[in-house]
């Protein structure tokens, strides 16, 4: 699993490539790609609040997309970046996710749709927040933590796929993504707990 993971980043990493180094040398720097990204995060919120999941799927796409092509953009100027380009990527993608997910855990809301739905949208934005914050806090502490069978990719997909089903997919794709979230969370922990025990 880990295997085809790594191939299938290593080659979505190569085909935004070419679309990086264009994007570079018309003098557009990564970080511009990353404000863009979390820019149209917010219609695509308010696109899920207000239920018109067709058009919260273009958004969310083109959020998507920044995301992927500011590392490209990044790495087209010889490395991958500045740090505090880095630090502003993981931190904005964080709050488009966030955004992402209030809307849609109040758009249901708004929809009287059932309380443990609801709750579900809930343990979703939990279990995402906590997933990148295990790994943030582990590598601060000097242990590698890329693991885990829910990664930000995955998460996005599952919202990809819940924006073109509409909003009859939220019952399973949203569960799916806070079990998958929670598990990946404890996985990481399982990580850090063995590099601490080996440091």
Known sequence: ??????????????????????????????????????VVAVPAALAFYRGAY?????????????????????????????????????????????LVLAGITLGLAARAAPEWLIGVSVLVGI????????????EGLGIPCEVGILERPERLLLLLLLALLGERSAPWILSILALLSHITFLQRLAVVRRGSRGA
């Open 1 to 38: 699993m880990d295997a085809l993971k790594s191939w299938l980043k290593r080659s979505v990493r190569g085909a935004a490539g070419p679309i990086g180094r264009g994007l570079a040398a018309l003098g557009i720097r990564a970080d511009w790609v990353t404000l863009a990204g979390v």
């Open 54 to 98: 067709l058009q919260a799927f273009g958004w969310l796409l083109a959020s998507a997309l920044c995301d992927l092509f500011d590392g490209a953009v990044a790495r087209a100027g010889g490395g991958n970046g500045t740090k505090f380009g880095a630090a502003l990527d993981s931190t904005l993608d964080r709050y488009g996710e966030g």
């Open 127 to 138: 279990g995402s927040f906590l997933v990148s914050y295990v790994r943030a806090r582990s």
